[in-house]
């Protein structure tokens, strides 16, 4: 009996871990989602306000633009350190040919580094 619990224990331990993750994973998708909405319904308001009152409207800002150069940047340190960590890791536990498969991520992550300072010199060469 005691054998089966902590089988049972073994196996809830990884399911609930996943579940969580994706859980607190949605939450936070959702969360970022509604804090861009309110942020675009405030800047229309303010744009509004502006226009009912006659004042000269500032271009519209895009922090788009922005936030996709420094995801990028987020992206691409995450992924190059992951895969070179994982590298690591199956390495140690497994031969060399499967270890391989742990820079899949690393080489995502170089080209989302590439990516981010492509986008830096073409912004800072277009201004």
Known sequence: ???????????????????????????????GHREKLKRA????????TALEKGIELPPD??????GKRFGSLKS???????????????REVTDG??????LIPAAIGLANLISYFVEARRNSLGR
Do not use: C
């Open 1 to 31: 009996m005691n054998d089966m619990n902590e089988e049972l224990v073994a196996l809830l331990i990884p399911i609930f871990g996943i579940v969580f993750g994706v859980g607190v994973a949605i939450v936070a998708i959702i969360a």
């Open 41 to 48: 319904e405030h800047r229309h308001r303010e744009r509004i």
């Open 61 to 66: 800002p895009e922090p788009e633009s922005d």
């Open 76 to 90: 691409g340190l995450s992924g190059l350190f992951l895969g070179v960590v994982l590298y690591f890791a199956l």
């Open 97 to 102: 040919q499967v270890a391989i498969f742990g």
